[in-house]
């Protein structure tokens, strides 16, 4: 999705944030640059933290902290912190900044651990999808170019979800799901298919919900995805069996395909390596003189780590997971390849979700997902803020939408006339016909069913509000977003001047020059220290 700019929206609506502060204690006045008791407070207890009951400790953390604040003064004077770069470098980190803030970790957390509880198990089942025609799927509605694709309103779903109605009322009188959905299976518009493993991820969204919603034996009303309406039944769920790590000697046909006396050549040298396997010769070795997989011979024939679903050759990965024991190796396996004499070398049974938050991560990103984890953020952002709903708003745009795709210039025209309040934040109203003119210049969803793709792109235009609300109440609502502003500022100058001072002279030079530079700065830039101040720190 191409963010939209909607700071033009906020200007100068965002409740004004005149600080109601009372003036705290000052700490040290540095060039003319008071440091806030606070700030003080906050450097000292990052990385190891000062030990405020050791006057030692704190007298050297006093020193360092002004000498730091000397460094910076002395980089403003040069006027480092108007320079191109360091405001480029500034702003990147301050864009990294509020990105930690502008999301709900617990959210995300829980969101990836639905997925994570997914990858457990294995469900098998049963699939009739009766799929959109070809007229309706190339017919680009009226949409004048805007967008080049095929998209569904509902009255052109109303004849195909009855098919799939009454075959799941002729499921549900009686008839098994598997006849029902033999006798329906036709070459265009209605398939029946057995899925012996589902993963999670490698569905539609709605589609996987359902499938791993379902218990064995269960039979799922029409449900409707992007490319027509299906059917499920649940055949079984087995545990997931985890991850095994696998070495393989290959002996490979010659050619893509093989003659018969070619496979039998190759089946007998494979067979040939198993047996002195067998006979104790060492499995590495043996891979490294006469597996034809070049790449993997060099180290034995080990491959990497892998999970059900993971993409290897079929009767490779149904070998892999028929070990019993770590160190058991194979009869030779036929593939398209030739054929492989296999050892199981590691099995993990459980996989921790640490391990897997990263790629799930990453996976829930690229798909439909993506909402699920917003979802905590857009909801916490809506309970700090005065968050308003208006239904009936929506349900006029649903309404409008059932007739017209959202792109069709019937559907625009009359939307963009529309002025109620969709929502409010803040005090601030956003209407049907800002939505709107939101979703037209939007980049596309892959939604081809009408209502699907205006509820995609409400769902991005809520959060990107809920955003940019949210980041601007940062500097009002999180004292330590300031503070950390504050230490990025400061060490981006620390830096910028050490190198042009320091950093960048022969090494054997640089101790004096640091000597040369703090006597500079000591004589050049006055400075008080309110002790006092400190002293009152609780311990």
């Not at 017919?139 to 098919?163: K, N, P």
């Not at 979802?375 to 309970?383: H, L, W, Y």
């Amino acid at each position: 999705m191409k963010r939209i700019c909607l700071l033009f929206i906020l200007a100068g609506l965002m409740v004004a944030t005149e600080a109601k502060e009372k003036k705290e204690p000052v700490v040290m006045t540095v060039a003319g640059k008071e440091v806030p008791l606070t700030e003080f407070v906050f450097m000292a207890k990052q990385g190891n933290g000062v030990d405020f009951k050791d006057k030692q400790s704190v007298a050297e953390f006093v020193e360092l902290y002004k000498l730091l604040k000397l460094k910076v003064a002395d980089a403003e004077a040069l006027t480092i912190h108007q320079a191109v770069k360091f405001k480029q470098e500034l702003e990147s980190l301050t864009v990294q900044l509020q990105a930690s803030y502008l999301t709900d970790k617990s959210g995300e957390d829980s969101a990836l651990h639905v997925i994570y509880e997914r990858t457990k198990i294995i469900p098998s089942v049963q699939h009739i999808f009766f799929r959109y025609s070809e007229e309706l799927l190339s017919d680009s509605r009226d949409m004048e170019d805007l967008y080049q694709g095929s998209r569904l309103v509902t009255r052109d779903t109303v004849a195909l979800y009855a098919e799939a109605l009454a075959a799941w009322q002729r499921i549900n009188n009686g008839e098994s799901f598997a006849e029902v959905g033999q006798s329906l299976a036709n070459d265009s518009s209605v398939f029946y298919r057995v899925f012996d493993q589902v993963f999670p991820l490698r569905f539609p969204k709605v589609m996987e919900d359902c499938i791993f919603t379902l218990q064995p034996g269960d039979v799922s009303p029409p449900v409707r995805s992007s490319l027509g309406f299906s059917l499920f039944k649940s055949d079984h769920i087995v545990p997931n069996p985890g991850k095994v790590r696998i070495a393989h000697i290959l002996s490979a046909f010659p050619s893509r395909e093989p003659t018969a006396e070619e496979i039998a050549e190759a089946r007998e040298r494979s067979e040939a390596i198993y047996q002195q396997v067998m006979a104790g010769a060492d499995f590495s070795e043996l891979a490294k003189a006469f597996s034809d997989d070049t790449v993997y011979a060099k180290v034995g024939g080990l491959l990497s780590e892998i999970e059900m679903g993971s993409g290897l050759l079929a009767p490779l990965e149904k070998a892999a997971f028929a070990f019993d024991e770590i160190g058991d190796v194979s009869k030779p396996v036929q593939t398209s390849l030739g054929f492989h004499v296999l050892k199981l070398v590691d099995r993990k049974r459980e996989i921790p979700f640490e391990e897997k938050a990263s790629s799930i991560f990453e996976a829930m990103k690229q798909t439909e997902h993506i909402f699920d984890l917003y979802r905590g953020f857009v909801e916490k952002t809506k309970r700090r803020h005065d968050y308003t709903f208006f239904p009936e708003a929506y349900k006029e745009l649903q309404r409008l939408a059932d007739e017209y795709f959202p792109l069709d210039s019937n559907f625009l025209n009359r939307a963009m006339t529309m002025e109620k309040t969709l929502f409010r934040v803040d005090s601030i109203d956003f209407t049907q016909a800002f939505f709107i003119d939101y979703l037209e210049k939007s980049s596309k969803t892959a939604q081809i069913y009408s209502l699907d793709y205006m509820q995609d792109i409400y769902n991005f235009f809520e959060y990107e509000i809920l955003k940019e609300v949210e980041r601007r109440s940062l500097e009002r609502d999180y004292p330590d977003f300031n503070l950390t502003m504050q230490s990025y500022y400061d060490g981006t100058l620390l830096f910028e001047i050490s190198n042009k001072r320091i950093w960048s002279q022969p090494p054997e030079e640089q101790a004096q020059l640091e000597a040369e530079w703090i006597k500079e700065l000591n004589e050049k830039y006055p400075v008080t220290i309110n002790w006092k101040a400190i002293k009152k720190i609780k311990k």
